[in-house]
């Protein structure tokens, strides 16, 4: 029988503060208490600031692979839970590094989310209808890549901080559009923010784009046990493939890769893409299998798509 946890002796669950991450550290309390027959009060939120989220940082719009890497969002909420100050942490996977401080594993994700980019601007339409030269705001290198290699003709300008933030400088007209995850739209209830989806052959969504997932002690057998009752296996089948796609083009905050996993019964789709920052280059390419295949799949597919983009592809770096 599994000790669960107490008012007196609740289960931290340590996150991020922007709306989002609560959002989704609220849903994590939701599922473990339902599942576990327990009150949410057994649960405490606990909030801890990363280096991501500077307000300074954020306010100077400072490009992300200036001031390091994805652990930006994650290091210090880490640093917590080896330590023993949180029992689990909750985190957008696309923020994910492909590998875990030792002692921490990743293996209990959430149903995912819609997987969609979502075009943002005031006067609605999509990225078409946008006038030549127009000003989109984007801290994605991914995004501002896919954008520029569809239309050369914008300027893209960094557009950093949390949704809000970003709403905020579209509304002082900083840019004319700028794009946010669907599902993070979604998972806030912010059904009046101006948002056309985009289908992901238009614009192929991040890696793991959508997913939560919850980090724990490798050796916390308890914890273990209690989010295996929540845990989604169809999404830790997508995120498989994706994941394996990214860690074989060592993917980090300096590398527009895109990529996206499809189940269709037993079958695995996966679609993958790499850019170079400026939009002028584009490699894409596919590949479909059985299930249990998909990292092979995400690794065969990076291969190809290295191959394709020769040596002098990532020379930016």
């Not at 989806?197 to 997913?211: K, R, T, V, W």
């Not at 499809?262 to 059985?290: F, K, M, Y």
Request: a negative charge; glycine letters at 10%; proline letters at 6%.
């Amino acid at each position: 029988m599994t000790d669960l946890p107490t008012l007196d002796a609740p289960l931290r669950i340590g996150t991020r503060g922007s709306p989002l991450a609560l959002a989704q550290a609220y849903e994590t309390r939701a599922r473990l208490a339902t599942a576990h027959g327990l009150t949410e009060e057994a649960f405490e939120i606990v909030v801890i600031k990363t280096t991501g989220d500077n307000r300074a940082m954020i306010e100077a719009d400072r490009p992300l692979k200036e001031i390091g890497n994805k652990g930006l969002f994650t290091r210090e909420i880490e640093e917590q839970l080896a330590a023993g100050d949180i029992d689990i942490a909750v985190h957008s996977m696309k923020d994910m590094p492909t590998e875990q401080p030792p002692g921490l594993v990743l293996d209990c994700y959430l149903p995912r989310e819609d997987v969609r980019d979502a075009f943002i601007s005031p006067a609605g339409g999509g990225i078409a209808g946008l006038p030549q030269g127009a000003v989109v705001g984007t801290s994605s290198l991914r995004r501002r890549a896919q954008l520029l290699h569809r239309r050369p003709d914008l300027t893209v300008v960094e557009f950093r901080g949390n949704l809000q933030t970003r709403l905020k400088k579209l509304e002082d007209g900083v840019a004319q559009a700028t794009f946010l995850a669907c599902a993070g739209l979604k998972r806030m209830g912010l059904t009046e923010v101006p948002a056309t989806p985009i289908a992901p052959e238009d614009m192929l969504p991040a890696i793991a784009q959508g997913a939560i997932g919850i980090e724990r002690r490798a050796e916390d057998a308890r914890v273990a046990v209690m989010l295996a009752a929540i845990h989604d296996t169809p999404t830790a089948q997508r995120l498989a493939a994706e994941r394996a796609f990214l860690a074989a083009l060592d993917g980090s905050c300096e590398t527009p890769i895109a990529g996206l996993a499809e189940l269709d019964g037993d079958r695995l789709h996966l679609r993958g893409q790499v850019l170079r920052p400026d939009g002028s280059v584009a490699h894409a390419g596919t590949r479909s299998g059985p299930v249990a295949e998909g990292a092979a799949m995400g690794r065969a597919l990076a291969a190809e798509l290295l191959e394709r983009a020769g040596p002098g592809f990532f020379d930016w770096r």
